[in-house]
C-alpha cells in the first residue's frame, strides 16, 4: 500500500526566504506525482505535475524536483511571499491518487 | 479553460438525513474520482468510474453510493447521514482511465455540514 510522507508539517518563514518541502513515497512504482496548493477550506489547485520519466518541473518561483528511486520529491519556493501562506499537499499516482498530509506554510510579511 | 463543476458548494444537512453530491467533469474528460477531506485531514479516496462504469473503490462507506451518468457527470448519494461525514468532498476529472499519466483535475468541493 502506499504511504506519502510530508515534512515538516508546518513551516513559519519570513517573507524573501528559499524554501525547500519534501514528500516521500514508500512505493516506487509510480505514473507520476502531483504537488497541490490548499487554502484554508478550499479546493485543490494543482501547481506541478511531474511524470515518472522526468526530473523536474519549473513554473515560475516554483521548482519540483522528483527522485523516483530513493521515493522522494522536493518542491522549492524562490523568494517566498505572504501570498504563497497555504498547505502544501503532494500526491503520487499508482493506480490511485494518494495524498500525503501536507505542509502547512506561513510566510510572515 | 472549462474546470470541474461541483455543486452545491455547500449543504447543510441533520443526522440521518440524505445528501446527493453533484460533479461535472472538464468536457471530453471520461473519468471521475470522488475524494474525501476531513477536517485537518489529507483528502481520502472514495470510488472512481470510467466510461459510466465503476472502475475503482476506495474508503467508501455502503451508505454512500455514486454514479456516472451518460454525460459523465456523477453523482454521490450519502444516506442515513452521520456526524462523521460532515467533510470537503471533491470530484475530480481525467481522460482516459488507463492513462496513469494524465493529471487529475479537481473542483472546488462541496462542503457537507451534518448537524
Known amino acids: 500500500k502506499q504511504e506519502v510522507t510530508q515534512i515538516p508539517a508546518a513551516l513559519s518563514v519570513p517573507e524573501g526566504e528559499n524554501l525547500v518541502l519534501n514528500c516521500s513515497f514508500t512505493d516506487s512504482a509510480i505514473y507520476n506525482l502531483q504537488w497541490f496548493r490548499q487554502d484554508p477550506g478550499k479546493g485543490l489547485t494543482s501547481l506541478l505535475l511531474?511524470?515518472?520519466?522526468?526530473r523536474e518541473q519549473t513554473s515560475g518561483r516554483l521548482n519540483a524536483s522528483l527522485d523516483k528511486s530513493s521515493g522522494r520529491s522536493t518542491l522549492y519556493i524562490a523568494a517566498s511571499q505572504p501570498g504563497d501562506s497555504a498547505t502544501y499537499l503532494c500526491?503520487?499516482?499508482?493506480?490511485?491518487?494518494?495524498f500525503g498530509k501536507g505542509t502547512k506554510l506561513t510566510v510572515n510579511p | 479553460a472549462a474546470g470541474v463543476i461541483q455543486s452545491p458548494r455547500h449543504l447543510i444537512k441533520e443526522k440521518r438525513e440524505t445528501a446527493t453530491l453533484k460533479c461535472y467533469p472538464i468536457?471530453?474528460?471520461?473519468?471521475v474520482y470522488w475524494y474525501q477531506q476531513g477536517p485537518g485531514q489529507d483528502p481520502q479516496f472514495l470510488i472512481s468510474f470510467y466510461e459510466k462504469m465503476q472502475s475503482d473503490k476506495g474508503s467508501i462507506p455502503d451508505r454512500f453510493s455514486a454514479q456516472q451518468f451518460s454525460d459523465y457527470h456523477s453523482e454521490l448519494n450519502m444516506s442515513s447521514l452521520e456526524l462523521g461525514d460532515s467533510a470537503l468532498y471533491f470530484c475530480?476529472?481525467?481522460f482516459g482511465r488507463g492513462l496513469y499519466n494524465s493529471p487529475l483535475h479537481f473542483g472546488n468541493g462541496t462542503r457537507l455540514t451534518v448537524t
Open positions: 500526491a503520487v499516482r499508482s493506480e490511485k491518487l494518494v
Open positions: 468536457p471530453r474528460h471520461d473519468t
Open positions: 475530480a476529472s481525467s
Open positions: 511531474i511524470q515518472s520519466s522526468q
